[in-house]
């Protein structure tokens, strides 16, 4: 194995891209989780109202 694996090289651009577009994505799924940690354990479901 001599010389081994060169990394790929991506362009400061697509560096770039990925970090604008990646940070609000994530905000964004860990939002969803605050509001719905209940349903995706499956304590409660949309359809059970049991606060009404």
Do not use: E
């Not at 001599?2 to 991506?10: D, K, S, Y």
Request: hydrophobic share 40%; proline share 6%.
């Amino acid at each position: 194995m001599a010389g081994g694996h060169q990394p790929f090289h991506v362009s400061k651009s697509h560096k770039l891209l990925s970090i604008g577009l990646g940070t609000p994505l994530w905000f964004w799924v860990f939002y969803r989780a605050k509001q719905d940690w209940r349903t995706f354990i499956g304590i409660s479901y949309p359809w059970d109202h049991h606060d009404h």
